[in-house]
Every structure is written in C-alpha cells, then in structure tokens.
C-alpha cells in the first residue's frame, strides 16, 4: 500500500475553475503530491452518515458504487478513499485502451471510473444501471474541476476498449468500466509564462 501524500488544497475560486475548465490533450509527469490532491478534492472522503462514508463526489443513496483505479508508471492502483492511498494491483500496459491512440502514447496518468453494480442493483434494481452512469458523470466533472484548479491538464474520455479497462483493472463481474480521465501536468503555453 502506497500512503499518499498530505494533500495541499487548491487555492482557485470555483468560479474562475468552472469558467477557466477544458479538455486538454498533452501533459507532463504528474507528481505523487499532485495525484494525491487530485483524488483526495474529487473523489476521497468528505463525511460519515450511519454506515455511509460519503465522498465529495455523492452517489445515488450514499452507496460505495464507483470504484476509482489509477494507471501510471505501468502499474495500476486501485485508489482506496480510506486510508486515501493507492494499493499496487499490478502491471498496467494500456496498449489497446484508447480508440483514440494518441492518448495511449501522451497519458500520464489515467483515472479510470468503473460502476460497482451490485450494492446499487440490490437495492434499486435494473434502474440502477441508468443511476450509475450519473454517479460517474458527477465524479468525473468533480476530477475536471479539481484538475483545473491544481493547474493540471486532463480529459474525460469515453472512447476505451471494456475488455481491455476490465482486464486492466480486473474487477468484479458486475463492475463495469464506465468513463477514463487522463490527466497530467499542464504544460505551458508558448509566450503565457502558464
Ligand atoms: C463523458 C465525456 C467523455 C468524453 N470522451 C472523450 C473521448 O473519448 N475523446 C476525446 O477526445 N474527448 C472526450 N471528451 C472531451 C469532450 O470532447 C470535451 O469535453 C468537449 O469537446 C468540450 O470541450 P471542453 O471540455 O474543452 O469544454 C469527453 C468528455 C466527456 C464529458
């Protein structure tokens, strides 16, 4: 289990990283300290309720029903929102991943949201399945917004291969990769000094 760093909350205004957010498609090495803010603002622990550890990302009836992986440096990690570390799973190749094939070649860093269905489908049934991807779109603004206000570069991407997300990130039969989010350092734009 790897600890991740103390994290080092950003100091843009939500209006200015709502305004100023975009897809970006090159990035530069992310640090451990960049990573660690990254998932600890979008998607780590805000609060308890009952039984409920509730994310600041929220999900449909409090329920644990995103699973957050990490691909970089050729092992993928599963990202555990308690004790907010990155537990090794194993090599991570994201050969075939991508349809398009050039983030393949410039990520360097890939988040990877996958629907954990069953506590959802136990209690709300096939409706569930809708819930989730709403669950996912929630967690993925909530990684854009904090990537941008981190001065990061990243882009949802919708466009991957399942087989090659599930073998990646192994998973559950009911588990169901449902949107990536590439992201790395922002590199700077000639003559902007940013
Ligand atoms: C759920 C989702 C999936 C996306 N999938 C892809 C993708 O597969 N490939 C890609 O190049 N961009 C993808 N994008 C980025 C969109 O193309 C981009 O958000 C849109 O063009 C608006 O640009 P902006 O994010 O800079 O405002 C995705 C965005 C979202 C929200």
């Given at each position: ?8 909350a ?19 090495p ?14 780590g622990?805000?609060?308890?309720s ?8 929220p999900?449909?009836?409090?329920l644990?029903t ?5 691909v ?45 269905m069953g506590?959802?489908l136990a ?13 996912a779109?929630?967690a ?24 090659a997300?599930k ?6 039969e ?21």
């Amino acid at each position: 289990m790897i600890p991740l760093p103390e994290p080092v909350a950003p100091a843009m205004t939500l209006a200015d990283a709502l305004l100023s957010r975009r897809s970006h498609y090159t990035y530069r090495p992310l640090s451990l300290t960049d990573l660690s803010a990254l998932l600890r603002f979008a998607v780590g622990v805000q609060r308890r309720s009952g039984p409920h550890v509730l994310g600041t990302n929220p999900n449909a009836g409090g329920l644990p029903t995103i699973a957050v992986h990490v691909v970089r440096e050729a092992t993928v990690f599963e990202y555990l929102r308690e004790p907010h570390a990155l537990s090794p799973l194993g090599p991570g190749d994201l050969d075939g991943v991508f349809a398009q094939g050039e983030f393949g070649r410039r990520a360097d860093t890939v988040v990877v949201l996958s629907g954990r269905m069953g506590p959802g489908l136990a209690k709300y049934g096939s409706r569930h399945y809708r819930t989730a991807h709403v669950d996912a779109g929630v967690a993925v603004q909530n990684l854009y917004l904090v990537a941008t206000a981190l001065g990061l570069h990243g882009c949802a991407v919708a466009g991957f291969s399942d087989d090659a997300v599930k073998t990646l990130v192994g998973g559950g039969e009911q588990d169901v990769p449902l949107v990536l989010f590439v992201v790395g350092r922002g590199v700077p734009r000639p003559g902007t000094g940013t």
